[in-house]
């Protein structure tokens, strides 16, 4: 009987031992996923922080390309009727400057 009982405290202590070690495991386990879990959340809102400030940039860099290529349409139209402009006055002198000429050679 006496054999039967260390027996049994023996196995007793043994799983003792065991619920022990397997805690103090499972204690470490949830210390370092509450830990992978923080590093992990501060990066995510890090990222989401970045990702706030860059869809910032690119509003407002659209808005400045919409501006500027509405300010080129304009440029380019202004250019383009200087130059019909240009193009109008250039014929009326070769007119007036051939009238001239015709006009002067009639006067020698």
């Known amino acids: 009987m006496q054999f039967k009982l260390d027996s049994l405290s023996q196995q007793l202590q043994l799983t003792r031992d065991e619920a022990d070690r397997t805690s103090k495991e499972l204690i470490k386990k949830s210390e370092d ?3 992978y879990h923080h590093e992990k ?4 809102a890090q990222l989401w ?3 706030n ?3 910032g940039s690119h509003a407002s860099t659209e808005g400045m390309f919409k501006a ?3 300010a080129h349409n304009a440029q380019t139209q202004q250019l383009s009727q200087s ?3 240009m193009q109008d ?3 009326q002198i070769a007119k007036q400057d ?3 000429t015709s006009e002067a050679a009639g006067l020698w």
């Open 68 to 70: 500027l290529h509405s």
């Open 89 to 91: 006055l250039s014929g």
């Open 33 to 35: 996923f509450a830990k």
């Open 41 to 44: 959340h501060a990066a995510l």
């Open 98 to 100: 051939a009238m001239y």
């Open 83 to 85: 130059l019909a402009c």
């Open 53 to 55: 400030v860059l869809q």
């Open 49 to 51: 922080s970045s990702y």
